[in-house]
């Protein structure tokens, strides 16, 4: 069982990732001409609370993580909510083929500083882009490691300018920046801040 398989059930219980899949979505929303004719994917979905708050403005949502206890919850809420726009799927980018679906919108959130090779994973969601469709992709600015620990063995968040780099170098167009919600972590005798940004590009 993965450490996500485990937090599954209780994910959806934190009032942050509450708020913070809220912000993201109305971040998204500024920046992308959102319609119910749009296909979307949200890749390393969890239990889907990004999507579940895109939902409304959006066709069809295909729900995309490798953990297979987050599709599980999120499978349940789809059903529990009778949402005929939304639909699971298992997939790891690293060791799976890709899709043969194409999308007019990809989105994800606090997913790519877990994926070691940012560039293939870049590379790989810009292939699933229709022409024209936008990319979205929330995350940490880079920080000196303590949002997760010493026991992290991903990125401590990313560089906006360097993330943007490997976006235009992957052939995304239009990248911006936008910084969208911010969290705050006690870590020994004093809080943190941690500011979450979105990035949205598109590919031409």
Same mark, same amino acid.
């Given at each position: 069982m993965s450490?996500?398989? *485990?937090?599954?059930?209780?994910?959806? *219980? !934190?009032? @942050?990732?509450?708020?913070?899949?809220?912000? @993201?979505?109305?971040?998204?929303?500024r920046c992308v001409p959102v319609s119910r004719e749009l296909r979307a994917m949200e890749f390393g979905c969890g239990t889907g609370? =990004?999507?579940f708050f895109l939902q409304p403005d959006l066709g069809h949502i295909t729900l995309v993580d490798s953990s297979a206890g987050m599709l599980t919850v999120a499978a349940?809420?789809?059903?529990? &909510? &009778?949402?005929d726009?939304?639909?699971?799927?298992? %997939?790891? %980018? *690293? $060791? !799976?083929?890709l899709p043969a679906e194409r999308f007019g919108l990809i989105y994800s959130l606090m997913t790519a500083h877990h994926v070691p090779d $940012?560039?293939?994973? =870049?590379?790989?969601?810009? $292939? =699933?882009?229709e022409p024209g469709g936008?990319?979205? @992709?929330?995350? %940490? !600015?880079?920080?000196? &490691? $303590?949002?997760?620990?010493d026991d992290f063995d991903g990125h401590n968040g990313f560089d906006r300018a360097h993330l943007g780099g490997l976006a235009e170098e992957a052939g995304l167009r239009e990248v911006t920046f936008s910084t969208v919600f911010r969290m705050t972590?006690?870590? &020994?005798?004093?809080?943190?801040?941690y500011p979450i940004f979105l990035m949205r590009c598109r590919k031409g």
């Open positions: 450490q996500f398989d *485990a937090k599954a059930a209780t994910w959806d *219980a !934190d009032p @942050v990732k509450v708020d913070r899949s809220a912000a @993201v979505a109305d971040g998204i929303r609370l =990004l999507s349940q809420k789809i059903a529990d &909510g &009778g949402f726009n939304m639909s699971p799927l298992k %997939l790891d %980018l *690293a $060791t !799976d083929p $940012t560039a293939r994973l =870049l590379q790989d969601l810009y $292939t =699933l882009l936008y990319l979205c @992709v929330a995350d %940490l !600015d880079a920080e000196d &490691g $303590t949002f997760h620990g972590r006690t870590r &020994g005798e004093g809080a943190r801040e």
